[in-house]
């Protein structure tokens, strides 16, 4: 049920979205399982899989930096008009093996000040979550499994 409860929240966010007139794209572990979903409730663009080069190719792509094709940006699913309203669905990314490749975090663009006083205000405590690794061991089907299925990275 809490999955069913989480996707209506996202198609609620992109139908939201979507009324202000943004494109609107969705990554994530239910949305790499059922791109179709996300993008028959109006997400423009689904990243599938690990999302980091997919999205910053498709902004490239989105502001004139390239002319590279959507249908060759791999780990991206769209309905294309252009082809009768087709799910395209490019192959998916080689995962990221090198984590030290990827950037740090843009902290200054995150008012965590804010976000304690309102989480503890709402809460009688503060918590935030951290993720230090990419994947997970377990069985699951939600969180990491569609991403990284049941491994560590890179450590495989």
């Known amino acids: 049920m809490c999955l069913l ?20 794209l969705v990554a994530g ?11 028959l409730h109006g997400a ?8 980091e080069l997919t999205l910053a190719q498709l902004l490239d792509r989105r ?3 390239t002319d590279t094709p959507l249908s060759e940006i791999p780990g991206l699913a769209f309905i294309d008009p252009q082809m009768g309203g087709t799910l395209v ?23 965590v000040d804010r976000y304690r006083e309102i989480w503890y205000r709402r809460h009688g405590y503060f918590s935030m979550n951290m993720v230090t690794t990419r994947g997970c061991p377990y069985h699951c089907n939600w969180c990491a499994q569609p991403i990284w299925g049941q491994r560590y ?3 495989d």
């Open 44 to 51: 423009h663009f689904v990243l599938i899989g690990e999302g």
């Open 29 to 39: 572990s239910d949305a790499t399982d059922h791109p179709e979903l996300y993008l």
């Open 63 to 65: 502001t004139g930096r």
């Open 5 to 24: 409860r989480m996707r209506q929240a996202a198609f609620t966010m992109i139908e939201m979205a979507h009324r202000r007139g943004c494109t609107v």
């Open 153 to 155: 990275s890179p450590t």
């Open 89 to 111: 669905r490019t192959p998916r990314r080689p995962d990221i093996r090198d984590p030290d490749a990827l950037p740090f975090p843009a902290w200054d663009l995150a008012d």
